[in-house]
């Protein structure tokens, strides 16, 4: 009787991890700490040499020199002037020194009004949203959010170029900060339980950008307000 009830135990186990989605694979170049620690700056991915259909990704640009935003295979590239504005191209001749990216044709989508108030909040909506909708939490996975923000801070990060030292100090010091108040646009990002430092920081579970709609800002999510109605998307 007790063999029964383990085996019969193991096979609910089983079908519980089966009926799981399974979502498209998520691909990383390199790491963030290697290049936050200075220990690898190069640039290790030519973003010309990837597929551009159905791509997203986020990843800083090589050098430090800017923000490499991928939405649904158009490129944002943000940089910051020496007057401290943003500029923005769409040139694919460039290079990152660590990525995270994927092909995703399709996602699914639902309207929902949320209410939050930091980064942490956002991981949180993503993980209670994809637990609802039976994704597996141990396995990485993209994620969108379109429509209108109440604030947005985000960062380029904008190392000056005859600057060759590098580690968390002048990581720190090399960021250009961004605010944005009631803005529309969309968050990309990447959530993983098992990437801290790879391409998630060291105590967090996402990596996420942000692009306006009118594509004049775009970079790496600090903070975010939102209070209404948003689309929230997650991979077939």
Known sequence: MKHQFISMALISILVSCLSLKTTPK??????MKQVMTGVDLSSNLLWDTITRDHLFAVAPLHH???????????MYVS????????????????????????HIPFWNSTIETVKINSELELQKLIEQKAKKMRYNLERPFAFRIKGHFDSIAYHIISKPKDEI?????LHK?????????KTDGELIGFYSRHHEGVFTH???YIHTHFVNDSGTHAGHLEHVTIVGKVEIMLPK
């Open 64 to 74: 430090l020199e800017g923000e490499v935003t991928i939405i649904n295979g158009k």
């Open 79 to 102: 940089h910051v002037d020496s007057e401290d504005q943003v500029f923005i191209t769409d040139t694919w001749n460039v290079r990152s020194p660590f990525a995270v990216f994927s």
């Open 173 to 181: 010091k090399a960021k250009k900060h961004f605010f944005l108040a």
């Open 26 to 31: 998520i691909q990383s170049v390199s790491t």
């Open 165 to 169: 030292e590098h580690n968390h100090e």
């Open 202 to 204: 060291k105590g967090s």
